[in-house]
Structure formats: structure tokens, C-alpha cells
């Protein structure tokens, strides 16, 4: 396990699973299959990777640092980055599946008990999992599913179960639940700072393509890319207005980011005049 420098509650672990797999074979007589020499080369290499799209990709951005300052803030609370592989995608909720098979991950953990929380406002500690590699490479025609910006995405989600904030509530169209909206919301203006394509709605359609298979996922429409008609839309601003009001220190320091797609600017200059 590794401690992420910049916000220390942020912790990137695949050793923990890599040498279970390799006691595992142990255990099978098979050491020599997977030897913990191996294991550990393994997680240092993943580990060694996303702190590495932490600090150089996601932390060069104005939108990245705030969001790592707002986590920060969360302390005591933790962030917890693993491999997705430790997933059991044998799941028989086809929504569930379909997540855990294509996507990133994240849930809240109740300290107290342990257990998992997927969601509910109760403040928890966070975990992610997430392997770079199904996401690589960057393609522009997968808005939104590069592996810095699914890794801030799912960043986001954390940062709502270790404020307490998340929510489960659905919404009746293309951004499908209030969670979603605002990870895409942020992860939106990450990626009008870093020159990708904005995402438009939750679900992309599946292509077998690569060994992990791709997630194309729409685009936000043009007229919709200019902040203010963004925010007449559907009830984005109630939405945008709730995020403030949710993270007010967090949504202040996104508000100065000067870039083409940035609904929060728009949303307090709007209520400026
Ligand atoms: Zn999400």
C-alpha cells in the first residue's frame, strides 16, 4: 500500500490482493505458478501507476487539485484505490453486472461495521476500484472514459460518501441519478481544462473492442457545451445549485477555473447580475 503525497487520506493498495493470490497458489502446492517476489513486482506497478495519474495528470489541473484539497478536507475519513479485479462480476442484478463488468467503482464503507454502503447520506469511508488499464488507450470517442478522468470521476463519488452527501436518487433521464449528474458535472470541467470531449449522459454503448472491451458513451450536444444553455436545460441548475450548497468550499475553488465548460462559474456569475 502506498500513501498518495499530496492528500494523505488517499491510500492505493493492490498488494493486499496480490498476495493473496499468491498464497493462494501456495496453498495449492503451486508457488512457483505466481511467487510473492512476483506479486509484489505486480503491485508496485499498479500502485506505482495511479499515483502516477494522480500526481501528473489529475493533480496538473486546476480541477484535480481542488478536488484533492476538498478530500483532504474529509479527514479522517479515507480513500481506498484498488484493482478492479477483486470484483465478483457474477452478480445476477444486471445493473450491478453491467457496473462492475465495464466501469469503475466506488462505495462508501462503514467504519463501524465494516460493511459496504453503495448509497445513502452517511459519511464512510471510501473505496475505488479502478484499473487503469481498461481504459487505455485514451480514445475521443469515449467521452468522459479516459483513465485520468474515470479515476477523478470516481473520485467525485468518493468524495459524496466521505462527506455524507451522496445520494440515491434517480433521475428520470440521460444523466440517470443525482450522483452521476455531479461526478460527470466535475469530471466535465477536468475535461474542458485538459481539451477531451464533454459527456453527455451515464450510459454508453458496449463494443468489443481490446481485451476489456470499450464503453462509448455520448457526447454532450453543442448547443448543450455553452454553460448557460446547460443550466436551462432539463433541471440542471437545481442540480448545480444543490452541488454548491452541498460543497460550498469545494465548488468555490471550482468556480475560478477558467475553461469553456464550466456550469459553476456560469451558475454564481449568473446570480451575481
Ligand atoms: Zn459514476
Redesign the pocket.
Known amino acids: 500500500m502506498k500513501v498518495f503525497a499530496d492528500s494523505d487520506n488517499i491510500k492505493v493498495d493492490a498488494t493486499t490482493q496480490m498476495r493473496e493470490s499468491a498464497r493462494y497458489f501456495a496453498s495449492i502446492g503451486m508457488r512457483d505458478l505466481y511467487p510473492e517476489s512476483q506479486a509484489d513486482a505486480d503491485a508496485d506497478e499498479y500502485e506505482n501507476k495511479v499515483l502516477n495519474i494522480m500526481k501528473e495528470q489529475i493533480g496538473r489541473t486546476q480541477t484535480g487539485r481542488a478536488l484533492f484539497t476538498a478530500i483532504a478536507a474529509t479527514k479522517p475519513r479515507t480513500m481506498l484505490i484498488s484493482p478492479q479485479s477483486r470484483l465478483d462480476t457474477t452478480s445476477s442484478d444486471p445493473d450491478l453486472k453491467y457496473r462492475l463488468e465495464l466501469?469503475?467503482f466506488?462505495a462508501g464503507v462503514n467504519f463501524a461495521t465494516g460493511g459496504p454502503i453503495t448509497c445513502g447520506p452517511v459519511v464512510a469511508n471510501a473505496v475505488i476500484l479502478f484499473s487503469p488499464e481498461m481504459f487505455e488507450p485514451e480514445s475521443a470517442q469515449d467521452a468522459g472514459q479516459s483513465a485520468r478522468e474515470t479515476l477523478l470521476?470516481?473520485m467525485?463519488?468518493g468524495l459524496r460518501h466521505m462527506t455524507g452527501k451522496d445520494s440515491c436518487q434517480m433521475l428520470n433521464n440521460e444523466f440517470f441519478s443525482v450522483?452521476?449528474f455531479i461526478?460527470?458535472l466535475v469530471t466535465n470541467i477536468f475535461a474542458s481544462e485538459i481539451g477531451r470531449p464533454l459527456r453527455g449522459g451515464?450510459k454508453g454503448m458496449f463494443v468489443k473492442q481490446g481485451p476489456y472491451g470499450r464503453n462509448v458513451t455520448q457526447r454532450l450536444p453543442d448547443a448543450l457545451q455553452d454553460p448557460k444553455e446547460f443550466l436551462k436545460y432539463k433541471n440542471c441548475a437545481d442540480l448545480v445549485s444543490r452541488f454548491v450548497s452541498e460543497h460550498p468550499t469545494f465548488a468555490g475553488a471550482l468556480m475560478d477555473i477558467r475553461v469553456p465548460f464550466n456550469p459553476i462559474e456560469e451558475w454564481f456569475f449568473g446570480r451575481r447580475n
Open positions: 466501469n469503475a466506488t470521476h470516481e467525485v463519488h450522483e452521476e461526478a460527470m451515464y
